[in-house]
């Protein structure tokens, strides 16, 4: 026994009360539902995804973009230190050494 009552008994719990805010609820909601189709005030989910995805295509355009530029940017700056460093490479073997190519050759 829990609370005096035998396990498994009835509760014995009025619930119209919860049914009756349902269907209020539920009423609400077809009046709000019935009043926008009325007025014209329809909002169009499908529209606005295509828009939204529209936005977001748009957004991940600009940012491929971005990094793209950076990307290049750096690649840029690697290739003009390795175009200094071998040209510097080049400078020194050439005031270092004699010239290799005989001139009768």
Known sequence: ???????GAALNRDISRGE???KDIEAF???RHDSR???GDE???EAAWRESERQAEAERRV???QARKEFLEHLEGVYSMLLDE???EVE????TQPNSNPEGA
């Open 63 to 65: 940012e491929w973009q």
């Open 37 to 39: 189709v009325r007025d």
């Open 1 to 7: 026994m829990i609370d005096e009552r035998p396990v």
């Open 29 to 31: 909601i077809s009046k």
């Open 20 to 22: 009756r805010a349902e």
């Open 86 to 88: 071998t040209r510097q």
């Open 43 to 45: 909002y169009d989910e």
């Open 92 to 95: 020194k073997l050439r005031t």
